[in-house]
Structures are given as C-alpha cells and as structure tokens.
C-alpha cells in the first residue's frame, strides 16, 4: 500500500471522528445493542413469568349454579355472572363487563371467547378445565354405581415430562433482534460516512481540490473505501463486545435462558466477526457507490436511508418460517445476519459452515463489482464534478 493510499485514509477517519454524526454511528449506536436484548430480555421474562391463576376473570352465563358450582369456580378464579338472555349476555360483553360468555342448553354448553384477546382466552382455558373435573366427577360416581374399578378406565397408560436441551424460541427473538442492530450499527456507519466522503466532499467543493495533488483518482478512491471500512469494522468490534457482555448478563438474570444453545467461545466469535467483518466490506462500497451519483449530501442521505431498512428481511423471512439455504447464503444482508444468529444460537455443522464459504465467496465478487462500478464513476468527471 502505497503513501498516498495511507495518507487519505487518515485523512478520511480524521474527518469522520470531526464529524459528529458519522462518530456518533460509529461508537453510539452500537451502546443501543445491550439496552435492546436487556429490554427485550426483560419483556419476554415478564411475560413468561405473569401468573394468569391470580387475574379474575369475568364469565357470563346464562343458567343458574348450584353453591358447590359457585365455590369452586371461586377458587379458581372465575367470577360468574348470570343473565336472563343471549341478548343480555352479548350486551354485557361488548360493554366489557364479562370476559367470554357461556350459554348452556341441556348438557351442551357453548363457549364464545375472542380468541384475539389474552382475558378471553385464559378465561375459556380455565373454564373448559372446570367442565372437564365436573365430567370427570360425574363419570366417578356412574363407575361407583356400578362398581367398576376407575383404574381399569383411567390409568391404563402413564405419562411424564422430560426436559430437553435446544432452541428457545425466546432466546432466539432475542439473539435475532440484537444481532439485526448490529447490522445496522455497521450499516449506519457506512452510510454516514460514506455520504460525508463522497456527496459530502462534492457539495464543499473540497473534492476537486483533492484532485489537484499528486494523487491518482484511484488511490483516492482506495483511500476513501478502506477508511469507510475500517469504520465499520470499529462498530463491528465494539457491537460484538456489547453483544456478548449483554447476552451474557441476560442469560445470568433471566430465567427463560435457562438450557438454551447459545454458542459463545473462540471460534463462533472468530466466525461472528469474519462474518461482520465481510458485511463491512460490502455495505462500504455499496454505500460509495449509491453516495457517489449524488449531487449534494442530502441527495445522497435520502439515496441510503432504504439500505439500513434492508437489515429487517431476515427478521420477516423468520417470521415466514423461512430457514438460510445456498441460495440466500448468496445475498448480502440476509446471509450475514442469518448466519450471525446460527453460528451464535446453535452448535456449527457442516452445512453452516458451507454457507459461510457460499456467503464470504458472494460477498468478495459483488464487492469487486461495486468497486469496479466505483472506479468508473471516479474516472467520469461529469458524474464526479455535477451538481
């Protein structure tokens, strides 16, 4: 590497730890990382540890219970309320008085819950297994008046629960959201300083005075693209630090980590950060490409704010069940955020190691392509000097 490369690279991180914004992105936005899992670690036990036996749930029906009925509905809970009609009944729920109502004809009884509301369903839940103990009760006492031995009807198979070691899909929302603000941490890096070293520099005039040195457009080029990319890395490095502190934080104070696969040792971190490390190559030349057509800084902002929304794809391709195969191991920004959470969240196999190849392969001869798109932009004058 020649002088003049290294000299516009300092050059380039002096201007984006001057500039506020750009270090901002670069040291800020990756402190973001463990207050996300922190928050969303806490959410999620909250949530698991909510215990629906001590809420009251409001039942409204329409025949008459017995005091044994009352008493034991009492003890579990459910505060019932009687009406004389089906018109009563949905009258008082749509008013929000009951939380489901039951309408009872002989021995036949019709449950109406609102399967979008948490109330409605733990209500039905808790309702259905008091019918299910007044069948059972019930279905005793016909055995007892026949004397038929209740064994010989109830215990002729056995059952237990065995815990197993694996996937936490909790875990894993967690893991997913932390590692998608890390792309976007190193995404946001890039943009800023990307626009700030190219749109940036062509809006100041400062651009063309550059030129004017003995320097070849280039190295300029070369200098600006390594010093974007060694930005990113920085954010890289220090979002990888904040991650593994917050998930192992998180997985000492909250419960629901418990026998979940979270992969955190020399070489899943050695893979995370080759992984990340190739994304910021990647996103460096993307965003100096896009950056590099603009006219004026805004221009070019508004050209790059769709780029850091491209890091919420994988999250909606979970949703969708959809799992990393080669094929998306060859697009940018689904393959590395994909990857992050499997090397991370579950034990290396053949197969992931295999889309890390088809990934870092993908990523090295689309980044050579950006650059050569890169290149030619920086030899056409009327692209590099319009405004």
């Known amino acids: ?90 009258d008082s729920y749509k008013k929000g008085k009951i ?11 019709k449950i109406y819950e609102n399967e979008s509301n ?54 894993n929302q967690v893991i997913s959201t932390g590692l998608m603000f890390v792309v976007m941490a190193i995404t946001l890096t890039s943009i800023y300083s990307a626009t700030d070293a190219t749109a940036g520099e062509k809006e100041r005039g400062t651009l063309e005075t550059l030129l004017t040195f003995p320097i070849k457009k280039e190295e300029l080029l070369t200098g600006k693209y390594l010093a974007i990319t060694i930005s990113c890395i920085i954010t890289t490095i220090l979002s990888l630090i904040l991650t593994v502190i917050s998930l192992k934080i998180s997985s000492n104070i909250f419960s629901f980590y418990k026998d979940a696969v ?67 191991s060859l697009i940018p920004v689904i393959s590395h955020t994909m990857l992050l959470e499997q090397v991370i969240c579950n034990t290396l196999t053949t197969t992931i190691i295999i889309n890390i190849f088809l990934m870092f392969t993908s990523t090295i001869l689309i980044t050579i392509i950006i650059i050569k798109i890169i290149t030619k932009v920086y030899k056409s004058e009327k692209i590099l000097f319009s405004l």
Not at 6 to 14: A, S, V
Not at 48 to 71: C, P, Q
Not at 121 to 136: E, G, M, P, Q, V
Not at 285 to 290: D, F, M, R
């Open 99 to 109: 939380d489901l109502y039951v309408i009872k004809s002989n021995n036949n009884y």
């Open 118 to 171: 948490q109330n409605s369903i733990y209500a039905a839940s808790i309702y259905t297994k008091y019918l299910d103990s007044i069948n059972k009760y019930l279905g005793d006492n016909y055995l007892d008046s026949i004397n038929a031995s209740k064994d010989k009807v109830y215990n002729n198979i056995t059952y237990e629960y065995k815990k197993l070691e694996g996937k936490n899909d909790f875990v």
């Open 262 to 328: 979270i992969n955190i040792n020399m070489t899943t971190l050695l893979l995370a950060l080759i992984i990340m490390i190739s994304y910021s190559f990647f996103i460096s030349g993307a965003c100096i490409a896009i950056a590099s057509f603009s006219k004026t800084f805004k221009e070019a902002q508004s050209a790059l704010t769709p780029l850091s929304f491209t890091v919420m794809i994988p999250i909606f391709l979970e949703i969708l069940d959809i799992k990393l195969n080669s094929y998306l």
């Open 1 to 90: 590497m020649n002088n003049r490369i290294l000299i516009t690279i300092k050059k380039e991180l002096r201007g984006i730890i001057r500039d506020k914004k750009s270090l901002m992105m670069m040291l800020v936005t990756p402190i973001l990382i463990p207050i996300f899992i922190l928050l969303f670690s806490y959410m999620y036990e909250t949530m698991l540890d909510k215990d629906e036996s001590t809420n009251t749930y409001n039942i409204g029906v329409n025949y008459t219970y017995t005091k044994e009925e009352k008493k034991s509905l009492k003890e579990l809970n459910l505060n019932i309320k009687q009406y004389k009609s089906k018109n009563e009944l949905q």
